[in-house]
């Protein structure tokens, strides 16, 4: 039997930045996955885009945290991450769209971002070459930017390390003992893991995990492929993101890496739900057309590589973070809907906060401010708003 | 223009008639040939740095010439490609791509997007002996079949092999050169109906939903739809890391045979050949035919690792070959200029004080194949019927991937509910072909008579018999101890007319014949695969089995057998040596001494291997990478990824065998950790090809002109 302060489930995008805020904060930290390795979930399927321009307070707080935490991460502790302020940039080509982001950006304005709406000829200069026919403009958000998961992923592991986490891979959750609404203890492979507090960060398996501890999770992974283009001179700063559907694909997104390649994600049309992470035939000519449609001089850019990773949804597109009434003690940091990459740290850092101010089921953000996070992103919340910008 | 070709060949047909074309290089005016791609144009004329890389601006020149490493990459006309597979063309404007290749603002909107899509019951990968093998067997059971390959021609690595082929005529045509085994291979295919064949079609992906993706004609993008699926997607050449590996220079031994015998391009000047397996002892074959220099053949092991009869047959030519010893460093200024090599320890650890630095402009590596089975993993991870086939499923000699490729076509039809079995002949023919050496005997002294007789030089078993199906008379016979070709062929009585058959056959040019014409001269008829063009009176340095000189003596007669496209030469000699003499010395002595001399003991400068790159595309040294595993405790190759190796253009294909020396040096058991996942694509694919925008819209100059399809 091994004891720990905390044991984490999932070392991926949420877990790796939990674990190191908690060891930081002198807490006897265990991480498991079953995975290989750290981030082999979908942390390494995250194309790397992170905004504080969303549109519900408590996910604008947590993402002006992580970028302090990813624009820094170099500078205080040596980690190269490619981290880059791009901004992002949302385009708009007909007055419906037009009229959504303006109305927004008085809210996003009023929760203290830095955002406007930029003109064709501002566009045209943060992205030359993107199609002027029809282009009305767009929003411009330009301290959100974007980092490699794969080398944060891999900042952060290195972190916590350092920090004194204990790391099991190659480790599957087999069951969980519950007791008066309390998770006693964790049986990973063979061996029975006990500790105060538990966390739930297993991402597009978070639903699993719940199960085990006797409760469900709205938690409904559904797919997404994304892409990477050989690496060129920059051409374009921000990220782009065009949220127009047509009969096959939804919104799409995306932008030139510090090192010069190109990332790209789109949502298909229907939704694809599962968790079946092999590529298909239909993907690349789909998003490629959408991506020559609005940047025509990409037809020159050389594909290298695409992929397929889950976003964890929840039914309001919203995370869900807090204390269940079933398992008191077993914190869910789940349901990110496709934004573990750019929430984690922020988050990370605010669930390590509370835990150190006494933050518990009754009173989950503890002697903190951050009681409004709980209170949006409540497992006990109605799940009937729809977000805009998810 | 004629400085680096090859203007006569001894088995290759110079074409005279080629098309001369004038294209651009770096405002430079160069001439080429149609069609041939831009990297032999460049090499021919001299040039052999393509690109300086955009982290460190290291020189970067040809390195795989087979599309899939990407280190080649120039900008032609204005657009970043890969210059092995890009066919030159009048007018073309090249440059060197130096840091980070800029986008040309070709911002005109797109304005057709198509998806193109066919439909086959088997989709064969690769058009090498195994898949043309394969093709042919589904083709005549019926089935609808799409062969696709990368190449311009069908025949895989069959086109670039200009020497005999071991094996039998019977099973897999002995005894004929490769280039000429592929033409029938395709021949046998193609007859059937059902069977279509596509060149120049790269697969670039395989998908979940039974589909695969062709880069066709590097332009356009193709959607198959199949049933089932044969990956016969053959081998790529191992990588060997050492300090000045990423030099333009060195390169595969594959790579070298590309430019030599598909290109005719005399590439070098003098090379040196690392590796004694089959590949290294034919690169070595190749070169000489082309008038290249070879220093020598340096092998890690303790002993010749491809068919003796092979390695003799390269040691009479003059070449060397060094046991126990391996290239250690190259140096130069953009390109190799010297080689150091040194001799190793048992774990292949370099000696001190043993080093010596050779005076060559080239390193082949022949180290070793490994199964390109991408393609096969993919499929069974998504479920799709597939068989492999050829070196994708086993690396062996071409023979043996024709009867590969023929069970498995049976096989995949036996899965998809066909009653049909294999020929029971079939898998043992496969096998026997694909056997290593054997045992080997020690052959009694012939001495001569008054008539005509062959002498054996084949002492090693392996899969060959063309000298005792050839002779009309039957006077060849295998001695019958396996019961298969492995056993070694002898002189079964006295009816040998002379005809030289057998010797002109023999792949590894290992049977002469002789006869006593006096009381002290005896005559020796020996094959010749080189230039012909002396006459009667000639001298030439006749040497034993293993290349020790004998002496040196005239050509009184020669004939070219045309079936073999072989010359035989007879010599007369004295008659003591005449069942000595096993071939004719090519090439100069000088040539395969270290600088300094024979003893030419040379201190190189220490350089830890660590610091050399492991990463080619992404310049991320074996030190980096074993940093990186002992800090996190790496236990997965994936994660490798974090540095960006396997993240470069190449797709790991490169470094993906060598990552298990870094896991090695930081102490981690390589098979305690997580293989890398492959993805598509398998090939970079421009966007604007991905939706057949139309040729008009992929870039180039003249780009207009050429108007859409």
Not at chain 1, 8 to 35: F, K, M, T, Y
Request: charged fraction near 20%.
């Amino acid at each position: 039997m091994k004891h720990f302060d905390v044991v984490i489930v999932g070392a991926g995008s949420v877990g790796l930045p939990l674990s190191w805020q908690l060891a930081q904060r002198g807490l006897n930290v265990a991480v498991v996955d079953e995975e290989a390795s750290w981030g082999r979930g979908q942390n390494r399927a995250a194309i790397g885009g992170v905004r504080a321009t969303h549109s519900d307070a408590a996910k604008i707080r947590i993402c002006l945290e992580s970028i302090e935490i990813f624009s820094t991460l170099e500078a205080q502790y040596g980690f190269d991450i490619e981290w880059r302020p791009g901004g992002y940039l949302y385009v708009a080509y007909d007055a419906e769209t037009e009229g959504q982001f303006r109305s927004l950006l008085e809210k996003q304005k009023a929760a203290g971002l830095h955002i406007d709406w930029v003109n064709p000829d501002a566009v045209a200069r943060l992205a030359p070459g993107i199609l002027m026919d029809g282009l009305r403009g767009g929003t411009f958000s330009p301290e959100d930017g974007y980092a490699s998961p794969l080398m944060a992923g891999s900042a952060f592991h290195s972190l916590a390390l350092d920090a004194g986490v204990s790391f099991f891979f190659n480790s599957r959750i087999e069951r969980i003992r519950v007791e008066d609404s309390k998770v006693i203890s964790m049986w990973v492979g063979d061996e029975e893991f006990r500790a105060d507090l538990f966390v739930n960060a297993a991402g597009a398996k978070a639903s699993d995990i719940a199960k085990l501890a006797g409760f469900e999770l709205p938690v409904f992974p559904d797919c997404h492929e994304a892409g990477v283009t050989e690496p060129v001179e920059r051409f374009m700063e921000p990220m782009i993101v065009d949220i127009r559907s047509d009969a096959e694909s939804g919104n799409y997104y995306f932008y030139q890496a510090a090192t010069g390649q190109v990332v790209f994600c789109i949502t298909p049309r229907p939704q694809i739900w599962g968790r079946d992470k092999d590529s298909t035939s239909t993907f690349l000519p789909l998003v490629v057309r959408r991506m020559l449609e609005l940047y025509p001089r990409m037809r020159n850019l050389r594909v290298r590589r695409t992929w397929r990773g889950m976003y964890p949804m929840t039914p309001d597109g919203l995370p869900i973070v807090g204390y269940p009434d079933a398992a008191v003690n077993f914190l869910q940091a789940t349901g990110m809907c496709g934004q573990g990459f750019m929430m984690g740290p922020g988050l990370g850092r605010i669930l390590a906060r509370t835990i150190a101010a006494g933050g518990c089921h009754d009173r989950p953000a503890g002697t903190t401010e951050y009681g409004f996070v709980f209170e949006e992103l409540s497992i006990n919340r109605s799940f009937d708003h729809v977000e805009l910008l998810k | 223009m004629h400085m680096n070709r090859i203007q006569q060949h001894p088995v290759l047909s110079v074409q005279k008639e080629r098309v001369r074309v004038t294209f651009y290089f770096d405002g430079e005016e160069i001439s080429g040939f149609e069609g041939e791609p831009v990297a032999s144009s460049l090499i021919a004329a001299g040039h052999h740095v393509f690109s300086y890389h955009h982290r460190d601006g290291a020189a970067q020149g040809l390195f795989c010439a087979n599309g899939q490493c990407s280190q080649c990459t120039m900008l032609i006309d204005g657009v970043p490609k890969k210059a092995c597979m890009t066919p030159v063309a009048e007018g073309m404007d090249v440059r060197t791509l130096k840091g980070l290749p800029q986008l040309p603002a070709q911002d005109e909107p797109l304005v057709q997007a198509e998806r193109r899509s066919i439909r086959t019951d088997i989709f064969v990968i690769g058009a090498g002996p195994a898949g043309l093998a394969a093709a042919a067997e589904l083709g005549e059971m019926g089935y609808q079949v799409l062969v696709a390959d990368d190449k311009p021609r069908a025949g895989g690595k069959l086109v670039l092999q200009t020497h005999k082929f071991f094996g039998s005529e019977a099973d897999c045509y002995a005894g004929t050169r490769g280039i000429d085994i592929a033409r029938i291979l395709e021949g046998e295919a193609t007859r059937h109906p059902s069977v279509t064949i596509l060149t120049n079609a790269p697969v670039v992906g395989l998908y979940k939903d039974r589909k695969a993706g062709i880069f066709l004609n590097y332009e356009s993008y193709l959607i198959v739809e199949f049933t089932a699926l044969v990956v016969a997607a053959g081998a790529r050449e191992k990588a060997l890391q050492f300090p000045g590996w990423d030099l333009p220079g060195v390169i595969g031994a594959g790579a070298f045979q590309t430019l030599v015998n598909r290109d005719l391009v005399k590439a070098y000047r003098n090379i040196l050949i690392v590796g004694s397996g089959n590949v290294g002892l034919i690169a070595a074959y190749h070169a000489l035919q082309a008038g290249i220099g070879v220093a020598g053949i340096f092998e890690a092991a303790g002993r010749i690792t491809g068919y003796q009869v092979h390695a003799d047959k390269i040691r009479r030519m003059g070449v060397p070959i060094f046991l126990n010893s391996t290239v250690v460093r190259a140096e130069g200024a953009e390109k190799v200029e010297r080689a150091y090599v040194a001799a190793v320890d048992e774990k292949f650890q370099p000696l001190p004080g043993t080093s010596r630095v050779y005076d060559v402009d080239a390193i082949l590596i022949a180290v070793g194949l490994s199964p390109c089975n991408e393609f096969l993993e993919q499929a069974q991870r998504y479920g799709i019927m597939a068989v492999a086939a050829g070196d994708a499923a086993e690396i062996a000699e071409a023979s043996s991937a024709i009867y590969g490729g023929k069970t498995a076509a049976v096989r995949l039809a036996c899965m998809l509910g066909k009653k049909t079995a294999i020929h029971v002949d079939w898998e043992t023919t496969r096998q026997v072909l694909a056997s290593r050496p054997g045992d080997s005997y020690e052959r009694s002294f012939v001495i001569p008579g008054p008539e005509w007789r062959p002498v054996f030089f084949c002492a090693e078993e392996i899969p060959c018999n063309p000298c005792a199906t050839v002779c009309p008379v039957g006077a060849i016979q295998l001695k019958s101890l396996r019961g298969t070709i492995m056993d070694l062929p002898y002189f079964a009585g006295n009816r040998c007319t002379g005809c030289g058959s057998c010797v002109a056959v023999c792949p590894g040019l290992a049977i002469t014949l002789v006869r006593r014409v006096s009381d002290d001269k005896a005559q020796v008829v020996l094959p010749w695969e080189f230039n012909a063009d002396f006459d009667i009176g000639a001298e030439m340095d006749l040497v034993d089995q293993k290349g020790g000189f004998i002496e040196r003596a005239a050509v009184v007669a020669k004939r070219k057998v045309a079936a073999r496209n072989t010359w035989l030469l007879t010599f007369k000699v004295n008659v003591e040596h005449a069942s000595k003499i096993a071939g004719i010395r090519v090439q100069p002595e000088a040539l395969t001494l270290p600088l300094g001399g024979e003893q030419g003991e040379v201190q190189a400068e220490a350089v830890d291997d660590l610091d050399a790159v492991l990463c080619r595309c992404e310049r991320i040294t074996l030190r980096q990478a074993v940093e990186f595993i002992k800090r996190h405790n790496v236990r997965d190759v994936n994660q490798l990824k974090a540095l960006r190796v396997g993240m470069g253009a190449c797709g790991g294909k490169t470094c993906s065998q060598l990552v298990a020396k870094a896991f090695a040096l930081a102490g981690i058991d390589f098979a305690d950790v997580e293989p890398p996942t492959h993805r598509p694509l398998f090939m970079e694919v421009p966007m604007g090809a991905l939706v057949n925008e139309g040729l008009h819209k992929l870039g180039g100059k003249d780009a207009g002109a050429r108007g859409a399809p």
